[in-house]
């Protein structure tokens, strides 16, 4: 035990932007015989990485460090703390030829993914001409070859004889779908069935993509004109649409150790890997999946590259489009066109994707009903929008299990029958908020609805649990099959006993679990945009800060909350803070994608 006394010295206080951890980094290189320059960078360096960042570029001035002359860049160099070169030494930190200083664990994270995506990348062989898969793709699409499908059509084309695939595009392009099709075409060129496992970051965001995928196999065999040749059924047979995997499980996340059991040595049991939500995968998980699928095996990245990144560090789906569009190789496909019938909103995401203030403005009063902006600055008018989104929660019957005005006549819905239709009530109206805490946090929206809930339907105040009530999980729980992201709906059986649902309104597989037994769990009237991400709703109202120097403001927040929404949008928020938020693009700093381009430039 370390029996030196704790003292803070001049150097770690000096700097008022520096949270506690940054200042015991600065701390713990100066007790580890590391200069007060060191000591300096490394604690902005923390810093920055708390910010999602991999690394901290010296001469940038970055998150309002004092940017590092030349000179002492070189000295950072030569100290014994610092790897800098190829001399392939561990360090505490790393100063690559570029300038950017890491910590140890990024720039290890960084240089594995960076070699991985060069390898698969060099390992894959070009794909087979359009013609050779006319009839297939055909078969596949059902004759269909309008301008709107090409661009699916040759992303299920191009994966053929890829070791990693990236496809990319806003809502309602058709990911999913074009992923089945991918699949069921890598299974046609390999002349056989083949072991295939799908995943994504949360529960939540892997349940969806497995029902997609069972409503997309439905699709294909039920079309009515040209459904799927018998001959293709083994091969989609073959395509999991069961057990909804996170990508923790897919590599056997060991929590007593911190780390996954499966790697190169011990690899993912699969001949295609494909991952959802791509958006959400930080740079560590990224250099794990990569290291855990094997090398003759195709991983297939599935996502939106202009959503917010991840929690972690890193923006690995937009650093791999970027590399990728940048050095072309046919393993990039972005679908542009969305098949949404609501072409008004398709405006307003496209607005907010480009950070157009004017063209924003315009697409909304084109939308006329289906979108709006209400300015919110303070908590009055904040108050004023959720007596009014309450009431409307309120006046729907559906959302207790109830019977709809004028349903007096028809047969009592069995519980199965009311989670059903209270879920797809649930999916109707989402608000989702930039803020987790505060008063225009999540945390507190979700009370004051569920307090207004409560005097229209006359609940007692002091009832935790009672019909209507809708809860999101927090923690995955794997026996329960509950995961991080799942939303259930609080019903009364006919004799006032009380469960939650959880599934969807179009999943047969619903299920119910008395109240106690629920893993880690919060209401779910109101959630953030982040906790939103692979969800979508019918009406979603967006609710951003009040003040416009938010931290938390971007182009990317604002652009993930709106996309959310399937056929009608509300825009709370003030005209300056919508302008700031437009105008601010989060841009992480690191090496990934320089480093995909310099590799790519030397071959």
């Not at 949360?202 to 009515?224: D, F």
């Not at 056929?567 to 841009?587: H, I, M, Q, R």
């Amino acid at each position: 035990m370390n029996a030196s006394p704790f003292t803070r010295s001049a150097g770690e206080m000096a700097v008022e932007a520096w949270r506690p951890l940054d200042r015991l980094v600065h701390r713990w290189v100066i007790r580890h015989g590391g200069s007060p320059l060191l000591a300096e960078t490394a604690a902005w360096a923390s810093l920055a990485e708390g910010h999602g960042d991999a690394a901290l570029p010296l001469a940038s001035g970055r998150h309002g460090m004092p940017p590092i002359d030349p000179a002492d860049i070189a000295q950072l160099r030569e100290e014994p703390l610092v790897a800098s070169g190829a001399d392939g030494g561990v360090r505490p930190f790393a100063l690559d030829a570029a300038g950017r200083f890491y910590l140890w664990r990024n720039h290890a994270d960084e240089c594995s993914a960076a070699m991985h995506v060069q390898a698969r990348r060099a390992a894959s062989s070009a794909a087979p001409a359009a013609t050779e898969l006319q009839a297939d793709l055909d078969a596949l699409f059902h004759g269909e070859r309008r301008a709107e499908v090409q661009p699916q059509r040759e992303a299920v084309r191009s994966v053929c004889g890829k070791r990693l695939f990236v496809l990319t595009g806003g809502p309602g392009t058709g990911k999913t779908t074009t992923v089945l099709r991918m699949l069921l075409m890598l299974q046609r060129q390999a002349g056989q069935p083949l072991a295939i496992r799908i995943a994504a970051p949360t529960g939540k965001a892997a349940q969806r993509l497995v029902q997609s995928l069972r409503q997309g196999k439905q699709n294909l065999l039920g079309h009515p004109a040209l459904p799927l040749p018998p001959d293709w059924q083994p091969l989609l047979d073959a395509i999991p649409d069961g057990e909804a995997l996170t990508v923790h499980r897919l590599l056997g996340y060991q929590p007593w150790r911190n780390a996954f059991r499966r790697s190169a040595r011990d690899p993912i049991a699969a001949d295609v890997v494909v991952v959802d939500e791509a958006s959400m995968i930080d740079l560590a998980m990224l250099r794990c999946l990569l290291a855990a699928v094997r090398p003759d095996a195709t991983l297939v990245l599935v996502g939106d590259a202009d959503q917010l990144t991840s929690v972690a560090t890193g923006s690995v789906l937009l650093d791999l489009v970027g590399a990728f569009e940048a050095a072309p190789r046919g393993d990039l496909l972005r679908l542009a066109h969305s098949f949404r019938a609501e072409r008004e909103l398709v405006a307003i995401n496209e607005a907010v994707r480009g950070g157009d203030a004017a063209a924003l403005a315009a697409a909304v009063r084109a939308a006329g009903g289906a979108a709006a902006l209400h300015p919110v600055a303070d908590e009055r008018q904040l108050r004023q929008r959720i007596a009014g989104w309450a009431a409307a929660l309120a006046a729907d019957p559906v959302l207790r299990g109830l019977p709809q005005p004028g349903d007096h006549g028809a047969t009592p819905a069995s519980a199965e029958e009311a989670a059903h239709a209270a879920l797809a009530a649930l999916a109707e109206r989402q608000l989702l908020s930039a803020l987790r805490e505060g008063p225009f946090g999540a945390v507190a929206l979700n009370a004051a609805i569920e307090a207004a809930l409560r005097r229209a339907w006359g609940v007692p105040s002091g009832s935790g649990w009672y019909a209507g009530r809708a809860v999101i999980i927090t923690r995955n729980d794997y026996a329960a099959g509950l995961f991080n992201g799942d939303v259930g709906i609080c019903l009364a059986a006919a004799d006032g006993t009380l469960r939650v649902w959880f599934g969807a309104a179009e999943d047969a597989g619903l299920r119910s679990f008395a109240p106690h037994t629920l893993p880690a769990h919060e209401g779910a009237f109101a959630i953030t945009i982040h906790k939103s991400q692979g969800s979508e709703y019918r009406h979603a109202a967006v609710l951003l800060p009040p003040r416009a120097d938010s931290r938390i403001l971007s182009r990317q927040l604002l652009y993930t909350g709106v996309s959310r929404a399937r056929e009608a949008v509300g825009l709370w928020a003030s005209p300056d803070v919508l302008a700031t938020a437009l105008a601010t693009e989060v841009n992480r700093s690191g090496g990934l994608q320089p480093r995909l381009l310099e590799s790519g430039n030397r071959e």
